[in-house]
């Protein structure tokens, strides 16, 4: 059968989720094997070190560099607080001493008899890492971290913002096509993580944030929203990172396109249950893409859920979406896959594939404009 690679998203019902949980600098695993965790549970900890703050204590003392050291009352590795005394000279008869005062909680890193600095170090800052899903710790990082196993719905979007979140899934939208205007969003949704329909606003993300929502899943989006929303342009770094106090995840792409039917429906069926929602999404090299993943539930056999094979490709039968115009946002089943390279309009010979659409047209246009949806 004709067989061929091009990048996909997977939206599924049953499915076996492995996260790994790791810790950015080596620390304490608070989990063991065997352990069921909460999405909110702290399976990991460490501590960063503390900004380094550097005092000129020879200029402050007005003495020589290499004289600072004797006048030191506290040495390199020392716990100081913030107004101790960390330098004195000693003055005439003990009268008219100068002094040097920490400005700051924490320790001292390094004296230096060469330039006269003192170097401080402010408090460690504690980072603590969530199991972030429901889910079983099926290993554990030596100091680095633990890896979960869930069974779960599980379903990838286009394009995201905000970090992770976890909250019940509530629907807004009554169908795929819907248009969420912000009087819909109300009180009811504080901690929900909201369905909608084709297209949401940014005065809608705002009422969101204003009511305490979690996260919005929709299927468009326009940018001039995005921009309006965040206050700037996003450019093409990996997202995830802002401090918007909400989630969002479009599962079709930028403009108005109705939620793909098989998604709404499974967020549907998911009304009510508490989900995992991640907006982190990177389209350059090591593709990231946002995700909501709904845990099954304890009492499912894991054992009979198949897990996802996306070593595949593209076959004969694979459910794709078009990416490109004319046809952008199309959906249909593959149902050729010639291997002799063709001519499109540009005059390039490419590599392409006819796609049977749900409205029984069958469209030919080159591979490249196509993304496989897996599950």
């Known amino acids: 059968m004709a067989q061929a690679f091009t990048p996909g998203l997977m939206v599924t019902k049953r499915t076996i989720i492995k996260k790994e949980r790791i810790l950015p600098l080596p620390g304490k695993v608070l989990s063991k094997v065997g352990d069921k965790v909460t999405s909110a549970d702290i399976v990991a900890g460490t501590e960063l070190p503390g900004n ?3 005092l000129n204590v020879a200029n402050l003392l007005r003495v020589m560099p290499e004289d600072v050291p004797g006048y030191m009352l506290k040495q390199e590795k020392d716990k100081i607080e913030k107004g101790e005394i960390l330098a004195e000279t000693k003055g005439f008869f003990g009268l008219f001493k100068s002094q040097v005062k920490s400005p700051i909680e924490g320790s001292i890193e390094t004296i230096s008899n060469v330039t006269g600095q003192v170097l401080l170090r402010e408090q460690p800052i504690p980072v603590e890492i969530t199991a972030y899903i429901d889910g079983e710790v099926i290993e554990v990082l030596e100091n680095s971290g633990v890896i979960i196993e869930t069974a779960a719905t599980f379903i990838q979007g286009i394009f995201g913002i905000g ?5 019940e899934i ?3 939208a009554s169908s795929k096509e819907e248009v969420i205007t912000p009087d819909k969003i109300t009180d009811a949704y504080k901690g929900k993580i909201v369905v909608c329909g084709s297209l949401i606003s940014n005065e809608v993300l705002r009422k969101g944030v204003e009511v305490g929502a979690k996260g919005f899943i929709v299927g468009g989006f326009n940018a001039q929203d995005l921009k309006d929303f965040l206050g700037y342009d996003l450019g093409v770094a990996i997202t995830g990172s802002e401090n918007i106090n909400i989630t969002l995840l479009v599962t079709e792409g930028f403009g108005k396109i109705s939620m793909a039917e098989n ?10 249950k508490v989900a995992s929602m991640n907006g982190a999404t990177q389209i350059r090299a090591g593709v990231i893409r946002p995700e909501i993943v709904i845990p099954l539930g304890e009492d499912t056999k894991k054992e009979k859920i198949k897990a996802l094979d996306t070593t595949l490709g593209l076959q004969v039968g694979s459910s794709v979406r078009v990416i490109r115009f004319p046809y952008f946002g199309a959906i249909g089943e593959v149902s050729d896959l010639p291997s002799p390279l063709e001519k499109i309009d540009t005059e390039a010979l490419v590599r392409i594939l006819k796609v049977k659409l749900k409205t029984g047209e069958i469209i030919t246009l080159p591979r490249a404009n196509v993304e496989m949806i897996e599950g």
């Open 170 to 172: 509530a629907m807004v």
């Open 263 to 272: 998604t709404f429906n499974l967020l549907k069926d998911s009304a009510g």
């Open 163 to 167: 970090r992770e979140t976890y909250g």
């Open 52 to 54: 380094v703050v550097p």
